[in-house]
Every structure is written in C-alpha cells, then in structure tokens.
C-alpha cells in the first residue's frame, strides 16, 4: 500500500511529519504495511527543478494508492508567472490523477466551541457538515486572458461546465449524503449564471435517481449567510469549483481555526489525494507553532475513502477528542485556562492516544 507525501512549502513539512507519524502507528495497531515515497511539488519543486510540478513526482502518485500533500506556495513566489507559480503545481496534480471532486468536512468539536466566531447558542453541540466542491472545472480552468481595447485593459475569466463533469460531482455528493443524514443543498447562482442553470438542472435530473435523499437548492449569497446564520440547516453541499473554495473557507472559521479542517479530493480513479486547506504559513514556518490536526483528520479520510479502514479513521477521530478533553492546545484554537503546546507535541499526543 503505497503513499505518496509531498511535504511542499512553509508549514508542509512540519505537519507532513505529523501525519505519517499517525500513519505509522495506525499500520502498526491493525499491522497494515504502508510503503513511503516522497515527492516535489510547489515553490521547493521550483527552487530544485525549475517546475511546480516535475514529471516525476505525478509519475510516483499515479503508481500509489494515496497522496499527503502538507501545503503549497509563499510570498517567494508571488512574482512569477501563473503557470510557474506553485498553485500551478497543485492544479496540475489534481488535473493529472483525474481528482474532480473535494471532500472538505467542516467538524466542529464540542471542545472547541469556544474557539469559533459564532455564538455557543448557534453552534450546539458541535458540527459535522460536508462541502463537496467540484475541482477540475469552472473558471479556474476555462478561457483566460488580458488585453487593451481602446486604451483600457480588460481581463476575463470564462465560466464553463459540461453537464456530464456537474453529474459525476452531484452523485457521488448524493452517495455522501445517502450514508449521512439524507440532505443535500446544491449551491449555484441560477438567477445569473446560465452556468449555475444548467448545474442546477443536471442536479435535478441526478435526483430522480436519489429519492431517499432530500434536495434542495440555494443562491450562492444566501448560503454564505446561511453558514454563518443557521449551519446546522446543512448536511451536504454541492458546489462548483469557486463558490465551493470561498464556501469551505467561511465553513472553516466556524471551527476556530483552518488548522481544523482536512480535506480528500476524489475521482473515478483509485487514487485519492488528502491535504489540510490551512496553507504554507510562512510566517510560523519553522517555530513548532501550526496546528496538525487537519491534516491528522486527513490521514483518517485517507484511511476511510482509499484503505477502507473506517475503523482505524474512527480510532484518529477519538484520539483528537481526547488530546482535546485533556485540555491540550495549538495556539490558533488557544483558550484561557488551556494547556498551549506546540506541533510536534500535539502529535505526539495524538499518537499515544491512538
């Protein structure tokens, strides 16, 4: 069983450490053998190879069953052109294993409730809501450009979908949301968009086939109040590739910190790439300062959707709950009276705990 870790930029490689030390004592506690390659991808694949993504290192994915991406980019690069940048790399990487939909969970722990913006009277008892944001299509990937009419400059960026890459999203969406609490909100902007029509029609169509699910749709603008206003009105929601990266960005903040939040990109091959959605954070790279348990959570995705080992993801799930209820804390979800502890601590706890 062969995974792939690519450590990346910044905080990567701090918080990748963490996530095969899980690894490794899950592979010992079910006596699972997991094989390690390592591999090049953003701004350190730029200084040492002159690409965000060498040949070599889609090469080492393709040939595994499962990718750890710690986190990509920095202001080092900002200057370069698109398509040396190190966003370039990670786009290139989803594109080349045929990864079409992202998995973003956002968790709240009932520990945590004081760590999120929102009011312990919204919160309840915690949150388990699923975004699934589709990946490889929409304006990220469509026509682009700039150019000078008449002395002024103009750029675009086209919005395009196909309604075959919006059913293969909205199903396995529904199949998310037929093993959960049966409920899924489709997010587009069908008052605008012709785009967002023809989504929420194919998403229509895709229903008939999901009766024991429940649909229903909403505006883009809405629901971003909605997250904030109501949460627990969501189960799974179904978005496009922009709508679902500024979405799950807001959904995070409702845990107190990105630090929380993992993520799995899936397609219709076996592979599967899982990544935490915080960022490099150059500025604490280096000082034991990032918070691992989103990509800790990410190994547990990572055992669920590519290894079939929900039990050992439940094990990953409990033992964070633990190292919570002891009190234990990175200092982005800090609270007074807490115990502050730094990245490698909180893995070693983690790992003891399982």
């Known amino acids: 069983m062969m995974v792939v870790f690519i450590p990346g930029d910044g905080i990567g490689p701090e918080i990748t450490n963490q996530a095969r030390k899980i690894l490794d004592v899950i592979g010992s506690k079910y006596s699972r053998k997991f094989q390690y390659e390592y591999a090049l991808l953003g701004g350190v694949a730029i200084d040492e190879v002159g690409v965000p993504l060498p040949q070599e290192t889609i090469d080492k994915c393709m040939a595994s069953k499962a990718v750890f991406l710690g986190a990509v980019g920095g202001h080092k690069w900002d200057d370069l052109p698109g398509h040396l940048r190190p966003e370039a790399g990670l786009l290139g990487i989803r594109k080349a294993l045929g990864l079409y939909a992202n998995l ?6 009932p520990q945590l409730k004081a760590a999120s913006t929102l009011k312990e009277e919204v919160l309840g008892d915690g949150l388990d809501i699923m975004i699934v944001r589709e990946l490889t299509g929409g304006m990220y990937f469509g026509d682009k450009g700039r ?36 409920h ?35 505006y883009v603008d809405n629901a971003a109040m909605q997250l904030v206003r109501n949460p627990h009105q969501f189960d799974v929601i179904v978005t496009n590739n922009i709508f679902g990266d500024i979405l799950s960005d807001e959904a995070g903040m409702l845990t107190g910190s990105l630090g929380m939040l993992p993520s799995a990109s899936l397609g219709d091959g076996n592979i599967g790439l899982y990544e935490p959605i915080h960022g490099s954070a150059p500025d604490i790279a280096g000082k034991d300062m990032a918070n691992p ?59 003891q705990a399982i």
């Open 147 to 182: 150019e000078e009419v008449d002395g002024d400059e103009r750029a675009w960026d086209v919005e395009v979908y196909t309604a075959s890459e919006i059913e293969r999203v909205t199903r396995l969406a529904f199949e998310l949301a037929r093993d959960r609490e049966g």
């Open 104 to 109: 973003r969970p956002t968790l709240l722990f």
């Open 184 to 218: 899924l909100t489709s997010i587009d902007k069908a008052n605008v968009l012709e785009s967002s029509r023809l989504w929420r029609s194919v998403v229509e169509k895709v229903s008939e086939d999901y009766k024991d699910v429940t649909l229903n749709h909403m």
């Open 293 to 351: 348990i989103a990509s800790i959570i990410s190994i547990a995705m990572m055992l669920e959707y590519s290894f079939n080992m929900k039990e050992a993801a439940q094990d990953i799930y409990g033992a964070v709950k633990g190292v919570l209820d002891k009190g234990y804390r990175t200092a982005d979800i800090m609270e007074p009276g807490m115990i502050e502890i730094g990245t490698e601590k909180m893995g070693d706890l983690i790992a």
